[in-house]
């Protein structure tokens, strides 16, 4: 049965912590990739969010809108069923938590976990009744394109240069899969510990084309066991992105600190919270002078 609405409890009585400890208590498992759902948990709040546009305030992570068709079955949402299928314990054991709470909440935890930084977040998305609202497919990133697509994609959520950099240092986690993207292979050398990896594999090694089948992937000539996407490569080709590149490879606690600020605002874009008086919250307004 599709997954529908959770009215059972109003939000307020949802106790987060618990839900945090129930997300935890799924992260591990050794039969599937690299030992762990996180970095598909990440994946996970990063495609339910990454779908906004500040042009027409539509997309975003409220709503909840990936557990139905048709944004469930966008060729760049491959795979993500397996996180959303995994987390319905959670949701269930909940009641009053909203799907679209519990897939960005589940990135935040899961990035947490793996070794990130903390990272604000709060509750208060609703979940829609079907897929209606989801924007036309195309809001997510192409791995085959370079920086003009990069920045067309980004800036329409509202993030600069540097946010960029930073968001995308979160490949540093998890793997690409022949059968969801068509790429295949880790990005570093571990895979399910957040660091500033990503970056310095990019400066530090000599990356050539991967002769292969697949799509056009970059192998580093030295183990070949290690990849980057045409879109990664794009990060140290354009002056621009490359000089974050550089600082976050020299100091991993400045990128783990912008790159906290740079997902806590992408799972937020288009949410409206409510204030304690039911009326709403100013959207662009930040939560953090609210609390
Ligand atoms: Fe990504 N990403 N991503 N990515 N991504 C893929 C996997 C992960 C792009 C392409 C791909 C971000 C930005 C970009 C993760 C987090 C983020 C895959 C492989 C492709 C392709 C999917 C597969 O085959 O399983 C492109 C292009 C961009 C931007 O230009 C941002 C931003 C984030 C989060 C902040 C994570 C984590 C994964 C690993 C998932 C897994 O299953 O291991």
Not at 67 to 78: H, I, L, V
Not at 158 to 175: K, M, P, T, W, Y
Not at 241 to 246: A, D, G, H, L, S
């Amino acid at each position: 049965t599709a997954p529908g609405d959770n009215k059972r409890a109003t939000p307020s009585k949802v106790d987060y912590d618990q839900v945090r400890k129930s997300i935890s208590a799924l992260l591990d498992d050794n039969n599937y990739d690299d030992g762990s759902y996180g970095p598909l948990f990440v994946r996970l709040g990063w495609h339910a969010s990454g779908t906004y546009s500040h042009l027409d305030s539509t997309g975003g992570s409220n709503g909840g809108c990936m557990r139905f068709e048709p944004e469930s079955g966008w060729g760049a949402n491959k795979g993500l069923h397996l996180a959303r299928e995994r987390l319905e314990s959670v949701y269930r054991a909940h009641p009053g938590l909203t799907y679209a709470d519990l897939y960005t909440l589940a990135a935040v935890v899961a990035i947490e976990e793996m070794g990130g930084p903390t990272i604000k977040w709060r509750p208060g998305r609703d979940d829609h009744k079907d897929g209606k609202k989801s924007p036309a497919d195309g809001r997510l990133p192409d791995a085959a394109q370079g920086a003009q697509h990069i920045r067309d994609i980004f800036y329409r959520m509202g993030f600069n240069d540097q946010e960029i950099v930073a968001l995308v240092g979160a490949h540093s986690l998890g793997r690409c899969h022949t059968d969801r993207s068509g790429y295949e292979g880790p990005w570093t050398n571990a895979p399910t510990t957040f660091s500033n990896e990503f970056f310095r594999l990019l400066l530090e090694e000599k990356w050539q084309l991967r002769r292969w089948k697949g799509p056009k992937q970059y192998e580093d000539v030295k183990t070949k066991a290690l990849m980057m996407l045409p879109a990664d490569m794009a990060l140290i080709e354009d002056p621009e992105f490359r000089k974050y590149v550089v600082q976050y490879a020299k100091d991993g606690d400045k990128f783990a600190t912008d790159f906290a600020a740079a997902f806590g605002k992408l799972l937020e874009l288009g949410v409206e919270f409510k204030t304690t008086d039911g009326s709403r919250h100013g959207k662009n307004e930040s939560f953090w002078k609210r609390i």
